[in-house]
């Protein structure tokens, strides 16, 4: 006997009910998630300029490139000019040792004063490297950033020199900050390939395997459980460019066998981000017919709440600016459109007639 419904696309599924009384139960139709998606864009899009300019952008940027809608335009030019303003306040403060000890120590102290096992683990592996603070969340982040949009900061040369003279290498290897880090360190070690500074993707990606071996997922705690799969996510998304082009499935074998083994878990224990996450994945490497994507889609589509018109947090939580990343995950999940290069220098060169102080236009190579 059956005892759960299973729909799978393109499937009509058995479902039984006691001993002999059955029938059939059509799957989820893609204009159902397409809907769904619309109602939780049209919250965001409704109230998009309450949120943090940060956040905005970050909204803002990964629909333009899934729709390469130009009225997403004006907040990725504000982005721009924030990218900016931070690099030229980064060129001077790198000068001021005093300056950068301060800022990363406010930056522990928000990990002191944390209760949860991810500050304190964030706080352990990071005491010792207050430059992690400023380099690689920071630096290196908003560097990499301008150079998607084809500019590069007046002072390049030179804030590369401390990037080079940074040992990121060893970080990518350190299972304390892979355990505090994952994500963000997936995220560095494709922004320094990027920046044409080091390939440490196959040094890092084993590196995340020894830490998180597969058969001692048993072991770990529901936060070490999301940190490995943030930090598997964030493999493929920051290889696709963060959503500018398709990977290769076989570059991340590893990867998507892990998902499809571990969807329905995924799924069980873990936040909406990572299942929008983990279903995104599969469509970056044109997967959409997988399995693991009709099961990602459902559970993100059931955990919307139609009154708030937008997916609140796991303990109910519906704060608008809070979550803004599961739900622009959602849209993206819900109503996939093929990646899009951009917007940058050659693909919209509208948007870089006026720059900003500090940026320039990188030479074409």
């Known amino acids: ?22 029938y059939f139960q059509q799957p989820t139709s893609s204009g159902d998630y397409r809907s769904a998606a619309k109602t939780v ?27 390469l809608d130009p009225k997403y335009l004006v907040v990725i030019e504000e982005d721009i000019g924030i990218m900016s303003i931070r690099l030229n306040q980064l060129s001077v403060e790198l000068n001021a040792k005093q300056t950068m000890n301060q800022y990363a120590e406010r930056r522990l ?60 290498d060893k970080l990518f290897t350190d299972k304390a900050m892979i355990r505090a880090w994952a994500a963000q360190l997936a995220n560095q070690v494709y922004w320094l390939k990027q920046l044409g500074m080091g390939d440490h993707v196959t040094k890092f990606t084993q590196a995340l395997k020894d830490t998180y071996p597969d058969h001692e997922d048993y072991r770990l705690s529901l936060q070490q459980y999301e940190n490995k799969l943030y930090g598997m996510t964030h493999i493929v998304i920051a290889d696709s460019g963060y959503y500018q082009r398709q990977v290769n499935e076989e570059d ?50 059931q955990s919307i709440d139609e009154t ?4 609140p947090s796991v303990s109910g939580n519906l704060d608008f600016s809070y979550g803004e990343h599961r739900n622009v995950l959602a849209i993206m999940l819900l109503d996939w459109h093929l990646p899009n290069a951009g917007p940058n220098t050659s693909t919209t060169p509208s948007l870089f007639k006026t720059l900003p102080y500090g940026l320039q236009i990188k030479p074409v190579q």
């Not at 919250?43 to 956040?55: D, G, M, N, V």
């Not at 096992?117 to 630096?139: H, M, N």
Request: charged share 30%.
């Open 41 to 67: 864009k049209q919250t965001y899009e409704q109230e998009l300029f309450t949120l943090s300019p940060y956040k905005q952008g970050h909204f803002g940027l990964r629909m333009f490139r899934q729709t």
């Open 252 to 301: 991340h074998a590893w990867i998507y066998d892990y998902f499809r083994k571990n969807i329905e878990d995924i799924i069980t224990y873990t936040k909406q981000d990572i299942i929008a996450e983990v279903g995104i994945s599969f469509l970056l490497a044109g997967l959409e017919d997988d399995p693991a994507v009709y099961k990602a889609r459902e559970a993100i589509r």
């Open 109 to 168: 102290t928000q990990y002191q004063q944390g209760k949860d096992e991810r500050s304190k683990r964030r706080l352990v592996a990071t005491k010792d490297k207050p430059e992690y603070f400023y380099l690689g969340l920071d630096l290196l982040r908003y560097m990499a950033r301008v150079d998607d949009y084809g500019l590069k900061h007046k002072d390049d040369k030179r804030l590369r020199r401390h990037l080079e003279q940074y040992p990121f």
């Open 308 to 311: 708030a018109g937008r997916i």
């Open 1 to 22: 006997m059956i005892k759960r419904p299973l729909t799978y696309i393109g499937i009509t599924a058995l479902v039984c009910s006691g001993v002999a009384v059955c």
